[in-house]
């Protein structure tokens, strides 16, 4: 069974929205975009945990901005094999697939329908099909200690309700024995000398409180005096060569709290019923190593579907791409990109490829992406913003190296998962093997507006700009279509430098600052862009160390613009009219 599409109408920030999931699947997106809700909504069909209130919404429930007096969620199952769900759901299974949906109008019950199809969708009477299946969910605000304490006990009683009847009768042996051993340690304890003493005064005030005190003394005991409710009561530890430790961190709890959770689940694993698993936000506490590897974890060790949310890029460069959704704000209302229904995410993912690392995926979370060539152009431009009091990370705005010239799959990324974008790269100047020179810059720009299907049609100066000249200098025909070629390329979202960032700057109001930076002569651009490139990452950040406040001399230059068009591009995304 496979629940492969999920269709939200009018719930809390989702208007009309289909999501579609994998066996695993991975819901991404910025803190309240809607992933909790996402989870929330699956679970008014499918979590035996909530009660009939539960399910009988609030007003708040409803979706605000469109004014919704009714909520429709819908489950798309296909692939439905297993005899149980066959005969609980009989006649609304047909060729393996089921819909599931819940109705709730404002002040009236909620209902629950069935079918294989749209037009079969009948009423059910009740949520007695939980019975057969239902969701295992772990939330974001999971105690730990109490979980453990808890689930300790659920655990031991699972366990103990699968034994044969041999082993139980070992056990009962076993416990008998333990009992034996614990009286001789309680009357041990009740030996020591320091025991006695600490406990003789509270006898004989017990004794003089009430006759009923006389012949009963307190004692201390090793935790319990009988065995059966200190084997009902044992506490979780680590193992070691030491002996036994006490829990420790959050980190380490919390992968205890899953690991405990899982094997619940493994052990509670039966034909009769067919589960299915969500869990928020598993990271907590853990070490990017641990993130990792807790995602294979999670994915390889339930027997059933999955689906996680996160916030970790570690995370989600563990999950494939057809197994990747994007929550995102548009015009206040929730949005999805997912995988499994589109092509164009899992090609642009597939060409991703080997670049899909910690930094590259954090993409994933981002409202906004700003590419540059390299290093040295991250760490200005993320200082030219920050000087000019532009707040990227309030705006979730990534600045982001694909580390060369590989723009391409970096753009299919953003355009799959619908996340705006814009780039900078050098206006190059290559030599062919005639010696001609052209500009390889507007060539690339060309390359990836055709390569990524981008909205642009490319100008007639185009044609001219392609001329190959001789010689050292530019001839001004080519210089002039170049200049409007740049201009032109704006629109596409692609960023062209005059030549490079080292000369571009150069030769911008920041020429000054520079040369007595470099203790170099005003008159001399080349050496001055000489010292630039050499090292450019490193002396990039040793000069914004020392000359950072400088930078608002850029404020109305060329080179701040796609820091501009990238944070209006975000405000008109999330925001209406981006206010």
């Not at 009963?216 to 009902?232: C, I, P, T, W, Y």
């Not at 430098?497 to 020429?511: F, G, R, T």
Request: glycine share 4%; with cysteine; hydrophobic share 35%.
């Amino acid at each position: 069974m496979l629940i492969y599409r999920v269709h939200i109408k009018g719930f809390r920030n989702y208007e009309d929205e289909n999501i579609f999931l994998n066996s695993s699947s991975l819901i991404i997106g910025s803190n309240d975009v809607g992933k909790t809700n996402f989870i929330y909504a699956l679970r008014l069909l499918f979590d035996r945990s909530l009660s009939e209130n539960d399910l009988d919404l609030l007003d708040s429930d409803f979706n605000a901005y469109s004014h919704s007096n009714k909520v429709e969620i819908t489950a798309y199952l296909k692939e439905i094999e297993e005899d149980c769900l066959l005969s609980e759901f009989k006649g609304h299974i047909k060729n393996g697939k089921l819909i599931l949906r819940y109705i709730k109008e404002k002040n009236e019950d909620y209902i629950l329908q069935a079918g294989f199809s749209e037009e079969t969708m009948k009423e059910l009477q009740s949520r007695s099909y939980l019975r057969r299946l239902n969701m295992q969910y772990v939330d974001t605000n999971r105690n730990l200690y109490a979980y453990l304490r808890k689930e300790r006990q659920n655990l031991l009683l699972i366990s103990q309700e699968l034994l044969s009847d041999e082993e139980k009768n070992d056990d009962r042996t076993k416990t008998a024995e333990i009992q034996k051993n614990l009286d001789s340690i309680n009357q041990q304890i009740s030996s020591l000398n320091y025991i006695k003493g600490a406990l003789k005064n509270v006898n004989e005030q017990l004794s003089s409180l009430s006759v009923e005190n006389k012949d009963q003394n307190v004692q201390f005991v090793a935790g319990h005096n009988d065995a059966e409710k200190m084997l009902s009561d044992v506490a979780l530890s680590y193992s070691s060569e030491e002996g036994p430790l006490t829990l420790g961190g959050d980190g380490r709890n919390n992968q205890i709290y899953l690991a405990t959770w899982i094997a619940k689940q493994q052990i509670k694993n039966t034909p009769d019923h067919v589960t299915f698993y969500a869990i928020e936000e598993p990271e907590a506490h853990l070490h990017p190593h641990q993130q990792r590897k807790l995602a294979q974890y999670l994915t390889n060790s339930l027997n059933g579907q999955v689906i996680v949310t996160s916030h970790s890029p570690q995370i989600a460069q563990e999950f494939k791409a057809k197994n990747i959704i994007r929550l995102y704000f548009k015009n206040k209302y929730t949005h999805a990109a997912s995988g499994p229904e589109d092509e164009q995410i899992k090609n642009s993912f597939d060409d991703f490829g080997y670049r899909l690392n910690a930094m590259s995926a954090e993409i994933f979370f981002s409202y906004g992406v700003f590419l540059v060539e390299g290093t040295s152009e991250v760490i200005f431009y993320k200082a030219l913003a920050k000087e000019n009091k532009i707040d990227l990370d309030r705006l979730n705005i990534s600045i982001l190296s694909v580390e060369g010239i590989g723009f391409k799959s970096y753009i299919k990324v953003c355009k799959a998962l619908n996340i705006p974008w814009v780039l900078r790269t050098d206006n190059d100047v290559f030599k062919n093997t005639q010696n001609e020179s052209y500009y390889a810059g507007i060539n690339r720009a060309i390359g990836i507006i055709k390569g990524c299907n981008l909205n642009y049609d490319v100008p007639s100066v185009y044609q001219n700009e392609c001329k190959k000249w001789s010689g050292n200098s530019v001839p001004s025909d080519i210089k002039d279509s170049n200049d409007k070629m740049r201009e032109s390329l704006k629109n596409a979202g692609i960023y062209m430098s005059k030549m490079d960032l080292e000369n571009d700057l150069a030769k911008s109001n920041l020429n000054d600052t520079l040369n007595d930076y470099y203790d170099i002569q005003e008159s001399d651009v080349a050496k001055l862009v000489s010292e630039m490139q050499k090292r450019k990452a490193e002396n990039m950040f040793k000069f914004i160390q020392k000359e950072h406040s400088n930078l608002v001399k850029l404020q109305n230059d060329e080179l701040i613009e796609p820091i501009f068009d990238i944070v209006n591009k975000v405000k008109n995304q999330v925001q209406p009219n981006g206010k």
